[in-house]
């Protein structure tokens, strides 16, 4: 059931229910109302308190405006590889539903400590005193009790901009919110590297020097389950994901297989249990399953059950940018 209001929102946030979705939209203003005005007061709050500040640590921070589905897992596990190439004692913070996000961290770079919990302050202060140096938030830009050296935002090109936020649209917060970013990164899935270039023309102009690049999460290699190279044969799959763009992930198995794609969609941060890898199985008869990077990391003790499976992983391509902040990262 979540996974189907995750999908209709995503449609009519995108204005595709067309006379009823606009209709929908002016019933759920006084409710966007609310939800701006309570980020407002929690803004105002935190003004006048100093956040928190762990001596001797770093925090960079890499969050959104809109609800999942912008890289910022992948940004994160970015920079904090950039940082343990350079030799400096990092740990990721992922939020306290963010397991598999975490696994997915400690996929990536198996170096670096990986904490998970809902308290960032308590997270960065266990940090440090494992000897961390240098801390990355996995999604962070709401969470002002923790003090940050660096607020990088991503911004998805894919989506409308400026858009409504909850529940007429897809932010958090109102896009002001971008004023007390340190820096702003455009993501893109489906929209072109010209469509990024406008975007940022147009942020230009309101926070100006704010846009430090863009990046493309592009279509990356094929892996079995355990992460030893394989791909599909040619044919049908039977494509599952429990992510926040489950028809970009579609789209993407359908420009790489030879044949027809059933969609499987469960609600992002989905707990797999062994009963929906036996469901999944049946379901998929003969066909390969396949999965985004992000579900098969949990999905990975339910391989015997799964029978023959394929992951599909993302990779990030920069459009612009990524000299500049690699530089910035290392310094």
Not at 92 to 104: F, I, R
Not at 135 to 147: E, K
Not at 270 to 275: N, Q, V
Request: with cysteine.
């Amino acid at each position: 059931m979540r996974a189907a209001v995750e999908r209709f929102a995503r449609r009519w946030w995108a204005g595709e229910l067309g006379a009823p979705g606009r209709a929908l939209s002016l019933l759920a203003a006084p409710a966007s109302w609310v939800w701006s005005g309570a980020h407002a007061v929690r803004a105002r709050i935190y003004e006048d308190r100093a956040p928190t500040r762990v001596e001797g640590l770093s925090v960079i921070s890499v969050g959104n405006l809109a609800v999942g589905g912008t890289g910022k897992t992948p940004l994160a596990g970015w920079i904090a590889g950039e940082l343990d190439a350079a030799g400096v004692p990092t740990c990721v913070l992922v939020g306290g539903a963010g397991e598999d996000e975490a696994l997915l961290h400690r996929r990536w770079n198996p170096r670096v400590p990986v904490i998970v919990g809902s308290d960032r302050v308590a997270g960065a202060e266990r940090a440090r005193a494992a000897g961390a140096r240098v801390v990355v938030l996995d999604d962070g830009f709401q969470h002002v009790r923790l003090a940050r050296d660096f607020d990088l935002v991503l911004l998805s090109v894919d989506d409308p901009f400026p858009s409504a936020v909850l529940p007429r649209g897809p932010y958090r917060e109102a896009p002001r919110a971008l004023g007390r970013a340190d820096g702003v990164l455009l993501t893109r899935r489906a929209a072109s590297a010209g469509q990024a270039r406008d975007l940022a023309a147009l942020l230009e102009r309101e926070w100006p020097g704010r846009v430090r690049g863009g990046v493309h999460l592009a279509d990356g290699s094929w892996t079995r389950l355990d992460g030893t190279p394989g791909e599909p044969r040619p044919g049908d799959v039977l494509a599952v994901c429990g992510v926040a763009r489950p028809d970009a992930f579609s789209a993407s198995v359908r420009r790489r297989v030879e044949g027809k794609v059933e969609l499987v969609a469960f609600a992002d941060h989905h707990g797999y249990t062994p009963e929906d890898a036996a469901t999944l199985r049946r379901r998929a008869g003969a066909r390969p399953i396949v999965l985004t990077e992000k579900d098969a990391v949990k999905l990975v003790p339910l391989a015997d059950v799964l029978g023959e499976v394929f992951v599909l992983r993302d990779r990030l391509a920069w459009d612009w940018g990524e000299e500049s902040m690699r530089a910035w990262v290392r310094s």
